[in-house]
């Protein structure tokens, strides 16, 4: 009877677990042959506050990236604004020249 614990952070829907359940109920069986009824699989769910990596929680890492990522995406943003603004600039210019306008 294989017994399998399973260690997480919270935040999946109860159909992400389900199919984790599913998946390693399965790979389990097809791996070393233990009758599917016989496998009992254990989640814990932890608190991103109660999980650290390199000294910091992970609600404080997710904190830190989300703010990494909403920088870099406003950046790229601005890029393509400007790129964006830069080339009607171009065609308008293009078309005063060519007597469009």
Same mark, same amino acid.
């Given at each position: !009877?294989?017994?399998?614990?399973i260690t997480l952070l919270e935040g999946r829907t109860e159909e992400q677990k389900e199919a984790l359940i599913e998946e390693v =109920? %399965?790979?389990? #069986? /097809?791996?070393? $042959?233990?009758? %599917?009824?016989?496998? @009992?699989?254990?989640?814990?769910? %932890?608190?991103?506050? #109660?999980?650290?990596?390199? $000294?910091?929680? !992970?609600?404080? /890492? $997710? /904190? ?9 995406? @406003? @950046?790229?943003? *601005?890029?393509?604004? *400007?790129? =964006? #603004?830069?080339? $009607? ?13």
């Amino acid at each position: !009877m294989p017994l399998i614990q399973i260690t997480l952070l919270e935040g999946r829907t109860e159909e992400q677990k389900e199919a984790l359940i599913e998946e390693v =109920t %399965l790979a389990v #069986h /097809r791996s070393i $042959g233990a009758p %599917l009824e016989s496998i @009992r699989i254990a989640l814990y769910e %932890l608190p991103k506050s #109660h999980w650290a990596v390199g $000294g910091k929680t !992970m609600a404080k /890492r $997710g /904190r830190e990236s989300s703010k990494a990522f909403e920088e870099e995406s @406003r @950046r790229i943003v *601005d890029e393509q604004t *400007d790129e =964006t #603004h830069q080339v $009607g600039v171009t065609q308008a210019i293009k078309e005063t020249v060519e007597g469009r306008v």
